[in-house]
């Protein structure tokens, strides 16, 4: 079978082509995706190609399909695994496969025949084996490509920790009931981790947001509402830091003093994280969730306070298997929804382009449909484009009648009519 994939042969060097992938192995299964979301993870490996730590060295004469965010249906399935996978279901992957041979090796990363930005895939044994296969239940194919980049907020939210004086044990989590903080918190993962903070079921008592963007931080005000926050028993404040001359009394006054138990920093900016520090209140947790391209990248601590106050830090880089099929339960079930995080739309064809200048496009997730031809189009723009375009014009109405926000009806609309890549 042919497939078109956007491939990666070295540092800047993407490559959109068609190949032929071979008959698969009895361990082995073929899926079609059809929706990937673009991740700035994605960007670092292609700036960086064969210096990053998950491609492989010889990259150049073995490309690899890039994308892990993605989410498909089975077509066929070797005898291995015909007890556990059917043709037609529906799928996402856990990419963090954490194989003993190569603890860095990842779908969208690693494989020559496996990865988001594609047709059509073969899923390897290995992805299998390490229980990293994910049966998908819901109708909208973009929620499971969402599921890994939720796994990895709600990998953060377990991640954090706090003590008790004078015992040994860390209580793996957020505090419930305590202070959190979001810091430059409403790009499309910090609108996931409010959303996750609002609707998990440990919550904070009180929320603070904060950003330097004006337009976003109106924009998630807009889906992540006050009156909403407060019937789940969370008081929700968005600040906007650029306009406040003393930030850090700013933020400590809105908790009376007490400081924060949870901070989390979602820029990797030295700034934002000394912010964060200053922050923190007794036994306060302060979870590092952006990753710096930099990797000299540094911050200055206040460790008078790790001794006295016992603040500590905490680092994650993605989430695990549970964590994904946590995403997709509460997706399924409803009580999250993670299309806040999506304002760009587009195809196999725009995807060379928009990874390599990804941190230059403005606004949060890029959705890509595989199967389709399509340029990159941001979501505020489906009206002004459906003046020429009756595909436009029907999407704008679509997605207008859900707030903005991208949605099942819109991805069937779409799929039914762009034109095929």
Same mark, same amino acid.
């Given at each position: 079978?042919?497939?078109?994939?956007?491939?990666? $042969?070295?540092?800047?060097?993407?490559?959109?082509?068609?190949?032929?992938?071979?008959?698969?192995?009895?361990?082995?299964?073929?899926?079609?995706?059809?929706?990937?979301?673009?991740?700035?993870?994605?960007?670092?490996?292609?700036?960086?190609?064969?210096?990053?730590?998950?491609?492989?060295?010889?990259?150049?004469? /073995?490309?690899?399909?890039?994308?892990?965010?993605?989410?498909?249906?089975?077509? !066929?399935?070797?005898?291995?695994?015909?007890?556990?996978?059917?043709?037609?279901?529906?799928?996402?992957?856990?990419?963090?496969? /954490?194989?003993?041979?190569?603890?860095?090796?990842?779908?969208?990363?690693?494989?020559?025949?496996?990865?988001?930005?594609?047709?059509?895939?073969?899923?390897?044994?290995?992805?299998?084996?390490?229980?990293?296969?994910?049966?998908?239940?819901?109708?909208?194919?973009? $929620?499971?490509?969402?599921?890994?980049?939720?796994?990895?907020?709600?990998?953060?939210?377990?991640?954090?920790?706090?003590?008790?004086?004078?015992?040994?044990?860390?209580?793996?989590?957020?505090?419930?009931?305590?202070?959190?903080?979001?810091?430059?918190?409403?790009?499309?993962?910090?609108?996931?981790?409010?959303?996750?903070?609002?609707?998990?079921?440990?919550?904070?008592?009180?929320?603070?947001?904060?950003?330097?963007?004006?337009?976003?931080?109106?924009?998630?005000?807009?889906?992540?509402?006050?009156? !909403?926050?407060?019937?789940?028993?969370?008081?929700?404040?968005?600040?906007?830091?650029?306009?406040?001359?003393?930030?850090?009394?700013?933020?400590?006054?809105?908790?009376?003093?007490?400081?924060?138990?949870?901070?989390?920093?979602?820029?990797?900016?030295?700034?934002?994280?000394?912010?964060?520090?200053?922050?923190?209140?007794?036994?306060?947790?302060?979870?590092?969730?952006?990753?710096?391209?930099?990797?000299?990248?540094?911050?200055?601590? /206040?460790?008078?306070?790790?001794?006295?106050?016992?603040?500590?830090?905490?680092?994650?880089?993605?989430?695990?298997?549970?964590?994904?099929?946590?995403?997709?339960?509460?997706?399924?079930?409803?009580?999250?929804?993670?299309?806040?995080?999506?304002?760009?739309?587009?195809?196999?064809?725009?995807?060379?382009?928009?990874?390599?200048?990804?941190?230059?496009?403005?606004?949060?997730?890029?959705?890509? $449909?595989?199967?389709?031809?399509?340029?990159?189009?941001?979501?505020?723009?489906?009206?002004?484009?459906? !003046?020429?375009?009756?595909?436009?014009?029907?999407?704008?109405?679509?997605?207008?009648? /859900?707030?903005?926000?991208?949605?099942? !009806?819109?991805?069937?609309?779409?799929?039914?009519?762009?034109?095929?890549?």
């Amino acid at each position: 079978m042919k497939t078109k994939a956007v491939r990666l $042969y070295g540092k800047n060097d993407l490559r959109l082509e068609e190949f032929e992938l071979p008959p698969i192995k009895d361990d082995e299964i073929l899926a079609q995706i059809i929706s990937d979301s673009i991740c700035m993870s994605s960007y670092k490996a292609a700036i960086q190609g064969e210096d990053h730590k998950r491609v492989p060295k010889d990259v150049s004469q /073995n490309p690899v399909i890039i994308g892990h965010e993605f989410c498909g249906i089975i077509l !066929e399935v070797g005898d291995k695994w015909k007890h556990k996978f059917k043709p037609g279901m529906k799928f996402s992957i856990q990419p963090a496969l /954490n194989l003993k041979e190569n603890p860095y090796a990842a779908p969208g990363y690693s494989f020559k025949y496996i990865g988001g930005s594609a047709t059509h895939i073969i899923i390897p044994n290995e992805v299998m084996e390490q229980g990293c296969l994910l049966e998908y239940n819901g109708d909208a194919f973009f $929620y499971g490509s969402l599921s890994e980049p939720m796994s990895c907020i709600i990998g953060a939210f377990k991640a954090n920790y706090h003590t008790e004086s004078g015992k040994y044990e860390h209580k793996m989590g957020i505090k419930e009931g305590g202070n959190m903080a979001i810091l430059a918190g409403v790009g499309p993962m910090g609108l996931g981790a409010i959303d996750y903070a609002l609707h998990a079921d440990r919550k904070p008592k009180r929320l603070v947001v904060t950003d330097i963007d004006e337009a976003r931080i109106k924009r998630a005000e807009s889906l992540y509402r006050a009156e !909403e926050a407060r019937k789940n028993g969370v008081e929700l404040i968005y600040v906007n830091t650029g306009t406040v001359s003393d930030p850090v009394k700013y933020l400590l006054d809105l908790t009376g003093g007490e400081g924060y138990d949870d901070v989390f920093v979602f820029a990797p900016v030295k700034a934002v994280v000394e912010q964060a520090d200053k922050i923190l209140a007794k036994d306060g947790c302060l979870n590092f969730f952006a990753g710096p391209t930099n990797p000299n990248f540094s911050a200055e601590l /206040n460790f008078y306070n790790v001794h006295y106050n016992s603040t500590h830090i905490v680092g994650t880089s993605g989430g695990n298997t549970e964590d994904m099929i946590d995403a997709l339960r509460l997706m399924s079930e409803g009580r999250i929804n993670p299309a806040s995080m999506i304002t760009h739309i587009g195809g196999l064809d725009c995807v060379v382009e928009t990874t390599l200048h990804l941190p230059e496009i403005p606004g949060g997730k890029k959705l890509i $449909y595989t199967n389709i031809s399509m340029e990159l189009t941001a979501i505020s723009d489906f009206r002004k484009k459906g !003046e020429t375009s009756p595909l436009f014009a029907a999407l704008a109405d679509i997605v207008e009648k /859900n707030n903005g926000l991208w949605c099942l !009806e819109a991805e069937r609309y779409l799929l039914e009519n762009a034109d095929k890549i």
